[in-house]
C-alpha cells in the first residue's frame, strides 16, 4: 500500500527552465511533508518542508505548494541548473495527528538537467 | 557541526553471517532513526530512538535485526544470519524536536 506516490520516475528538463516535480499522498492523517535530494552513493539530503497549514513554501529556487484537498503537493525548481540532477523523494508524516515519528517516501522522481 | 556519520561505508558479507553497522547521530540530536532502501525504492523506516529509548519498529525489523542506543549517543543496527534478501542500502537520520531528519551517507551492505 504505497501511501506516498510520485509517478513519474524521470523528469528531463533544459538548464535555465523550471523543474515541477509531483507527488500524491493517500493518507489524510500526514500533516508535514517534505522533500529530500539523493546523489548516487550518498544518503538523502533535505531541501525543504511544508506543514499543513500552509500552501507554500519558498527557499530560494525551490519553492514546494501543497493542495490538501487533492492530496498533492509539488515542488518547482526554478531556474534549473546541472546541479540539480538527482533522484528527488517526496516524504510525508503525521507525528502532529498522533501518527509516528517516522517518514514515509515516496519512490522518488531521477531529475535530468540538460546544460 | 559534523553530520551523521555511518560506519562502515559498504559490507558485503556471506550468507548466514552476522552483521553490525554503526550511526553518530548529530551531537545535540535525540531523535535517531534507521531506514533500509532497496533499488528503485525510496527508505522504509525500519526503527526509531528518542534517547536510549527503542519507540518504535516496523514489521519490516525481523527477530534477526536488532538495534541499540546505549547511550543515547551512536546506534547499533546488528543483522543475524545475513540473508540474500537484506542486501540494501541502510540508512541512518537524526533530528532535534522537528519533522526534519538528517540523514548520514549509508552503509551499502552485499549478501553473497
Known amino acids: 500500500d504505497q501511501q506516498v506516490k510520485q509517478n513519474s520516475p524521470s523528469l528531463s528538463v533544459q538548464e535555465g527552465r523550471i523543474s515541477i516535480l509531483n507527488c500524491d499522498y493517500t493518507n489524510s492523517m500526514f500533516d508535514y511533508f517534505l522533500w529530500y535530494k539523493k546523489y548516487p552513493a550518498e544518503g538523502p539530503t533535505f531541501l525543504i518542508s511544508i506543514s499543513s497549514i500552509k500552501d507554500k513554501n519558498e527557499d530560494g529556487r525551490f519553492t514546494v505548494f501543497l493542495n490538501k484537498s487533492a492530496k498533492h503537493l509539488s515542488l518547482h525548481i526554478v531556474p534549473s541548473q546541472p546541479g540539480d540532477s538527482a533522484v528527488y523523494f517526496c516524504a510525508a508524516n503525521g507525528v502532529n495527528q498522533g501518527g509516528s515519528e517516522k517518514l514515509v517516501f515516496g519512490k522518488g522522481t531521477k531529475l535530468t538537467v540538460n546544460p | ?112
Open chain 2, 1 to 112: 557541526d559534523t553530520g551523521v556519520s555511518q560506519d562502515p561505508r559498504h559490507k558485503i558479507t556471506k550468507r548466514g553471517q552476522n552483521v553490525t553497522f554503526r550511526c553518530d547521530p548529530i551531537s545535540e540530536h535525540n531523535r535517531l532513526y534507521w531506514y533500509r532502501q532497496t533499488l528503485g525504492q525510496g527508505p522504509e523506516f525500519l526503527t526509531y530512538f528518542q534517547n536510549e529509548a527503542q519507540l518504535e519498529k516496523s514489521r519490516l525489523l525481523s527477530d534477526r535485526f536488532s538495534a541499540e542506543r546505549p547511550k543515547g549517543s551512536f546506534s547499533t543496527l546488528e543483522i543475524q544470519r545475513t540473508e540474500q534478501g537484506d542486501s540494501a542500502m541502510y540508512l541512518c537520520a537524526s533530528s532535534q524536536e522537528s519533522y526534519e531528519q538528517y540523514f548520514g551517507p549509508g552503509t551499502r551492505l552485499t549478501v553473497t
